[in-house]
Structures are given as structure tokens and as C-alpha cells.
């Protein structure tokens, strides 16, 4: 037999490790729909599979440890987003109470001159940003009573599987690329080992073992490294730490950044407060504020009105103001979005907390991703590798 045969062996022994590291990473992520006839033909990627226990881990770590959803809303000042929203507020008012006053009192609102007109509809432009105020104030002294936090997030983590992947995979990719590099060099050293052994042995199932060996302790032994050991250490004078350890400020920054942009965003959490599960709550707020507005501004003259058009379309006209201004808040509350984002500062908040976290605890961030079902790509590694060295048996057979 050839020396070029005994030289294929470290090498494709190299191809092996590197290859099925590179499979088993891209079956953490995809496909993120199943793809097969469930539930057992087929494959859907790990983590989107497993998103809503993947998704609650990650949240026991964001608001279990990092944020403390009522100190960060705490931050938002009343009369600071009163000041943002004063023209939004005042256009968003105009268009609401012309229609409404034309639709609920057609005949009095056409008579009046177009200055009264519009000086109605200034008073009441003029108190809707204070009720915003009274509103962001009821909000942030329990906020936990109209934002279910834990709920939003995660519900756009499900709902989003991409988002949960680019959760642990942007944050890991460094140690995923480790894990791919990893099976080359590790591969390659048990190749020269495979080939020694072929040159005593000339056994068939040197090739299958060995391959199968490849693949099953490769993964193995890249994990540790990623992770451990938490504290550095020396070995033979040399200073080892676990890779994701070690870069503890990069990823900080990182996770810190990707959590701001797209879990906990304020179009999310506006979006929680009018359509969550505690969202009923906000609406009886927001018809507690606008009735008081709508009664002061209608003043001495409510019975009148009352008179006019009546008890029951009195309230609905008030009903009808609190839905058309829940309709057009995600519009009206658009300019006041980077300002939300910079009070609320959820990224800073982040790597705050995270300095503080003892290795173990930093660990969690992307622990999950690789712990879950572990057991099932390193199993993967191994029939691959096992397969490609009865090829290669097949090969020398016949050469």
C-alpha cells in the first residue's frame, strides 16, 4: 500500500471531524420549519424547535437577573413625552374630534364658525398631551399591572424563530466557528493515530470505528473548551480559559445590543400594552382619561349635549374617541420612539448587569443553545464520521 494512502487517512480523518461539525452546527439552527413527516421523519433545527423552552430560558436570564422591568419604565418622565407628543397629539386630535363632532352632532358642529371650530378642537388638543402625562404616570407607578414583559418576549420569540436563532447564534459565532476548526485539528490527530493502527492491523473496522470516534469526541471536546474552565488557569505554564469566558466584554456589547433591537423594543412593548394579555387594563385607563377630558371640555354645557344627542350616544361618542385613539397610537407615538429608547436605555441596563455576573451565571447566555439535545448531534457526529470510514475502507478494498 501506498505512503499516499496512509497520508489520505489524518487527512480525511480531518474532513470527517470538520465536516460533521459544520453539519451538526447548521442542525442547531435549521430548518426552522419541519421539514419531513412528523414526528419522527424528518429534522427541524434544535432551536427552533425547543423556541418556547429556549425562549423561557432566555427571559429567566433577561428578567430574572438583568432587568428589572419596573425600574426601566420608571425612567420614562410624564411630562417629557407629554412635550414629545404635543404635535402628533394636537394633528391626531383634530382629525379625530372634527369627524367625530361631525358624525355626533352634525347640526351644531356646522353652524358654528370655523373659529369656534377650531378653538374647540385647540382646548381640546391643548389638555390631551396632559392626559398623556396623567396616562404615562398611572403606567409607570405598576407598570407590571398593563405590560406582561415576560409574555411579549417571548411571544415574539416564538412567533419569530429567526430572532431566537440570531439570539445564540450572532452571540456564539466565534465558538461555532471554533467547534468547525476544532474537528480539523482534532481529526487530524486521531487520523495518525487511525493510520498507525491500519498499518498494524489491516482490520476493515479500523476505518468505521475510528471515523465514528472522530465524530463523537471531537464535539465533545470543543464544547468543553468553549466553556471551561470559567476561571482562568494555568496548565504547564500556559494560561487556558474557556473561548466564550474569555471574551465575556465582546459578548456583553453584543447580547446587550441584539436584546435592545429586537426583543425588548418599544414598538414591542407598545404593541404588548395594546394587544396583550393585560391590554383591557390600559384601555379602562386610557376611557377613564379620555371620558374625564371629553366631560371637562364639554363643561356646563354636558347637559345640553346629553339633551341633544342623547345619554347612550353621548357614551358612545366617548367609547368612539378611546377606540380611534388606541387605532392611531402606534402612529401618533412614532416621533416619541427614540426618545423611549434612550430613557428606557435596556442596552446600558444590560452590560451593567452582566459585569456583575459570576462565570457560571455568564455561561447561561449561550449554554442553552448547545445543551439542549446535545447528546443527539454529537450522536450525529459519530454515525457520519462512522459512514465516511466505511467508504474509505471501500476505497483501499478496491485500490
Known amino acids: 500500500?501506498?505512503?499516499?494512502?496512509?497520508?489520505?487517512?489524518?487527512?480525511?480523518?480531518?474532513?470527517?471531524?470538520?465536516?460533521?461539525?459544520?453539519?451538526?452546527?447548521?442542525?442547531?439552527?435549521?430548518?426552522?420549519?419541519?421539514?419531513?413527516?412528523?414526528?419522527?421523519?424528518?429534522?427541524?433545527?434544535?432551536?427552533?424547535?425547543?423556541?418556547?423552552?429556549?425562549?423561557?430560558?432566555?427571559?429567566?436570564?433577561?428578567l430574572g437577573r438583568?432587568?428589572?422591568?419596573?425600574?426601566?419604565?420608571?425612567?420614562?418622565?410624564?411630562?417629557?413625552?407629554?412635550?414629545?407628543l404635543r404635535e402628533p397629539m394636537t394633528k391626531a386630535v383634530t382629525e379625530i374630534g372634527t369627524e367625530l363632532m361631525a358624525k355626533y352632532q352634525p347640526q351644531?358642529?356646522?353652524?358654528?364658525?370655523?373659529?369656534a371650530q377650531r378653538r374647540i378642537l385647540a382646548q381640546i388638543a391643548a389638555r390631551a398631551p396632559k392626559a398623556v402625562e396623567e396616562l404615562i404616570a398611572d403606567l409607570s407607578r405598576n407598570p407590571d399591572a398593563y405590560l406582561d414583559v415576560w409574555d411579549m418576549a417571548l411571544r415574539n420569540l416564538i412567533a419569530d424563530r429567526g430572532a431566537l436563532n440570531r439570539l445564540f447564534r450572532d452571540i456564539g459565532a466565534p465558538e461555532l466557528k471554533f467547534i468547525a476548526r476544532s474537528g480539523l485539528y482534532f481529526g487530524l490527530v486521531i487520523g495518525l493515530l487511525q493510520a498507525g493502527v491500519w498499518a498494524l492491523t489491516h482490520n476493515p473496522l479500523v476505518m468505521p470505528v475510528f471515523g465514528a470516534i472522530v465524530g463523537l469526541t471531537t464535539d465533545w471536546i470543543a464544547l468543553k473548551m468553549i466553556f471551561f474552565p470559567r476561571e482562568e488557569r494555568r496548565y504547564l505554564g500556559i494560561r487556558?480559559?474557556?473561548?466564550?469566558?474569555?471574551?465575556?466584554?465582546?459578548?456583553?456589547?453584543?447580547?446587550?445590543?441584539?436584546?435592545?433591537?429586537?426583543?425588548?423594543?418599544?414598538?414591542?412593548?407598545?404593541?404588548?400594552?395594546?394587544?396583550?394579555?393585560?391590554?383591557?387594563?390600559?384601555?379602562?385607563?386610557?376611557q377613564r382619561h379620555v371620558s374625564e377630558v371629553v366631560d371637562r371640555q364639554v363643561g356646563v354645557?354636558?347637559?345640553?349635549?346629553?339633551?341633544?344627542?342623547?345619554?347612550?350616544?353621548?357614551?358612545e361618542f366617548k367609547d368612539e374617541v378611546v377606540a380611534r385613539a388606541i387605532a392611531t397610537a402606534p402612529s401618533t407615538m412614532a416621533p416619541v420612539m427614540a426618545?423611549?429608547?434612550?430613557?428606557?436605555?435596556?442596552?446600558?441596563?444590560?452590560?451593567?448587569?452582566?459585569?456583575?455576573?459570576t462565570p457560571l451565571e455568564f455561561e447561561s447566555v449561550l449554554r442553552p443553545a448547545f445543551k439542549q439535545d446535545e447528546w443527539k448531534l454529537i450522536l450525529v457526529g459519530g454515525i457520519l464520521g462512522a459512514i465516511v470510514g466505511e467508504l474509505q475502507v471501500l476505497l483501499l478494498i478496491g485500490h
Not at 7 to 25: C, D, E, N, Q, W
Not at 248 to 272: C, F, I, N, S
Not at 344 to 355: F, S
Open 240 to 286: 487556558w480559559q474557556g473561548m466564550f469566558q474569555r471574551r465575556r466584554h465582546e459578548v456583553m456589547g453584543d447580547y446587550a445590543k441584539m436584546v435592545a433591537d429586537e426583543v425588548l423594543t418599544v414598538p414591542a412593548m407598545m404593541d404588548a400594552l395594546l394587544t396583550g394579555p393585560k391590554s383591557d387594563r390600559l384601555i379602562g385607563l386610557v
Open 66 to 84: 438583568l432587568i428589572d422591568v419596573n425600574q426601566i419604565l420608571g425612567r420614562l418622565d410624564p411630562k417629557a413625552l407629554g412635550e414629545h
Open 339 to 357: 426618545y423611549a429608547k434612550d430613557a428606557l436605555a435596556i442596552e446600558q441596563t444590560i452590560v451593567g448587569a452582566m459585569r456583575a455576573m
Open 108 to 115: 351644531l358642529w356646522e353652524m358654528l364658525p370655523e373659529e
Open 301 to 315: 354645557a354636558r347637559p345640553l349635549v346629553m339633551l341633544s344627542i342623547g345619554t347612550r350616544r353621548y357614551q
Open 1 to 62: 500500500m501506498s505512503w499516499l494512502t496512509y497520508l489520505s487517512m489524518p487527512l480525511l480523518a480531518a474532513f470527517i471531524g470538520y465536516t460533521t461539525k459544520l453539519v451538526a452546527i447548521e442542525m442547531m439552527f435549521r430548518p426552522i420549519e419541519f421539514v419531513g413527516k412528523p414526528p419522527l421523519l424528518g429534522w427541524q433545527g434544535i432551536i427552533p424547535r425547543h423556541a418556547g423552552r429556549m425562549g423561557s430560558i432566555s427571559m429567566s436570564l433577561l
